[in-house]
């Protein structure tokens, strides 16, 4: 169960770097437009860099990637970020991955995929043998015992992610494994192949609370960690690898401390390879002269969400109707356009489009948005001009794309709804917001979430979810407390209960409709933009992908021979 406390702490770390660089709208567009022009200009007028393996050519030389991600730890019982996950997914294996460019679940350090029992508790799994860690120790099914176990047991940030739903982990013999789990869980196989559920070394860390090694990583992975500074880390190809060997020696990674650094960087060269991340204007520059061929852009659809939590314990939105309408008023495709210039797509349910289970349950028929049945809820809910509704819209100072965005929300439900709603836009610091959120403080919130693993249910259960409550005195404790939004609803417990443990894809998609379809009438969430991924590298760089999971994997990349 995820309890308000484990959310916050994972709503706190999930939000990426990248939309702390994000750009402000309108009247700053202008002025950030003309300076990157200027900016261009300068650039071109100086000699290019040929960047930081200019002394070397050819498919064996390191690369450098340059990002505004930063890591707090490298611990995979700890970190729970997005960059430090995507380090992980590199430097170390997990039972299970993803067959690359595809959602097809293929055995890591498993030979094949689980033996589970008729009640779907257990999980037997086969192990790949001569298998070694980075520091030469050997990995068998006591190691990956260890691994698991340590992940759970030091009480880590991703800790509840098997916590709430492992019983026991037993090595059976060198090379078969053994999971409980407390009760079914159809996702289960998925979230084995979570970056954080790495294999790592029994002889270099320890099983305890809070004992954490924050700055090394001794895994099994392709890369190995042998450098680690704070704003730069430096991976080494592993030279004992089971598995095929990545196309290049090592990569040497930059953090910056702002998109114009990093956008600087990559211009000049500096850094082969620009992820994670560049607000919509750069994206844009780099964009067009990459369609020119300065370089190659790598695009993908995201898994990262943005939308509204609302507050149902707050008088004014008690109400259903009143939520309707909210959701009915906004133009998701305004926001993608006049905000973001093309660079989201537009949200229709908690479940992003990137999973076939994903149903466009607040899409209207035009697309955009309905005032007509907007203003007819309203009115039911006993709204009138001269009582209009009036609602607080929070959003999170520091993160520069919330501003712009809920600026334009405002506007176009006020543009739309006439003088049947009056909007107030009020903004706080994210950490003191999420410190907050299961207190009820706020009516209504712009939030984001990335899931942690690749099924859909990562955006249902820590969404709607609650342990305890009633109709009465809605959600006491559970996930949609620490949301802030403090819905309670006996049939949506169940039916996520049901897809959790129901073992039929079919069946399971069936749920799944339902559980959208009761997210639309009941409406606690309203969803708004789903974010896309970009990534950007130089011409003579082979390799670059963007997966689907939205992982990025080093081992593909090389570069060119001239």
């Known amino acids: 169960m995820l309890t308000p406390s484990k959310f916050l702490t994972r709503l706190v770390l999930a939000s990426p770097t990248y939309l702390a660089q994000r750009w402000r709208w309108r009247g700053a567009r202008f002025y950030l437009s003309l300076f990157c022009c200027c900016l261009l200009l300068i650039v071109g007028c100086q000699p290019r860099n040929s960047g930081p393996s200019s002394s070397t050519t050819g498919a064996d030389t390191r690369l450098a990637l340059g ?11 700890d970190a729970l970020e997005l960059f430090s996950g995507n380090l992980l997914y590199n430097m170390g294996d997990r039972l299970y991955a993803y067959q690359s460019g595809t959602t097809e679940l293929v055995p890591q350090l498993a030979t094949e995929l689980p033996k589970v029992s008729d009640d779907g508790l257990v999980y037997t799994i086969p192990l790949r043998t001569g298998v070694v860690f980075h520091d ?3 990995f068998d099914a006591k190691a990956m015992e260890f691994s698991l176990n340590r992940f759970i047991q030091n009480g880590g940030q991703p800790a509840f992610l098997l916590s709430d739903v492992v019983e026991s982990v037993e090595a059976k013999s060198a090379s078969e494994l053994e999971i409980k789990l407390k009760k079914p869980f159809a996702a289960f196989t998925d979230l084995l192949a979570f970056s954080g559920l790495v294999a790592v070394s029994p002889q270099a860390y320890e099983i305890g609370s809070g004992k954490f090694n924050p700055s090394t990583f001794v895994g099994t992975g392709p890369y190995k960690l042998v450098d680690n500074r704070s704003d730069s880390i430096r991976l080494d190809r592993f030279d004992q690898y089971w598995g095929d060997k990545p196309a290049n020696p090592g990569i040497d990674i930059q953090s910056f401390t702002s998109s114009a650094n990093l956008y600087n960087a990559f211009r000049t060269g500096s850094v082969d390879i620009a992820y994670q991340s560049l607000n919509p204007e750069q994206i844009e520059l780099l964009a067009k002269a990459a369609d020119k061929g300065d370089w190659q852009a790598i695009t993908g659809p995201g898994s990262n969400i943005t939308y509204l939590s609302l507050n149902l314990r707050d008088a004014t939105l008690k109400k259903p109707e009143v939520r309707q309408a909210l959701a009915l008023a906004i133009d998701r495709q305004l926001i993608q356009n006049r905000v973001f210039d093309g660079q989201v797509d537009p949200l ?17 028929e035009s697309g955009h948005s309905d005032a007509a049945q907007a203003k007819a809820l309203l009115t039911k809910a006993g709204y009138t001009g001269n009582k209009p ?7 999170r100072s520091n993160v520069p794309s919330d501003s712009p965005a809920a600026t334009t929300i405002k506007a176009f439900i006020e543009q739309e709804l006439g003088d049947l709603a009056k909007v107030e836009l009020k903004s706080i610091e994210s950490a003191t917001a999420y410190n907050n959120l299961d207190k009820g403080t706020y009516p209504m919130f712009m939030l984001d979430w990335s899931g942690d693993y690749y099924d859909p249910d990562t955006y249902i259960h820590p969404f709607l979810d609650c342990s305890d409550g009633s109709a009465e005195k809605g959600c006491q404790e559970g996930a949609t407390v620490g949301q802030g939004s403090f819905y309670y609803s006996e049939k949506m417990n169940r039916l996520i209960d049901q897809q959790r443990q129901e073992q039929d894809p079919s069946k399971r998609q069936t749920i799944f409709a339902e559980i959208q379809d009761l997210l639309a009438q009941d409406v606690p969430f309203i969803p708004l933009w789903q974010r896309k991924e970009y990534a950007f ?11 689907p999971t939205q992982a990025m994997p080093f081992a593909s990349l090389s570069r060119s021979a001239t």
């Open 537 to 547: 590298a130089r011409p003579d760089i082979q390799g670059v992908k963007l997966e």
């Open 67 to 77: 990002t505004t991600g930063k890591v707090r730890t490298l611990d995979p019982a």
């Open 348 to 364: 229709y349910s908690l479940i992003p489009s990137i999973f076939e289970v994903s149903k466009p349950v607040f899409q209207s």
């Open 136 to 138: 030469g120790s050997a």
């Open 389 to 395: 509704l009036k609602v607080e819209f929070w959003y």
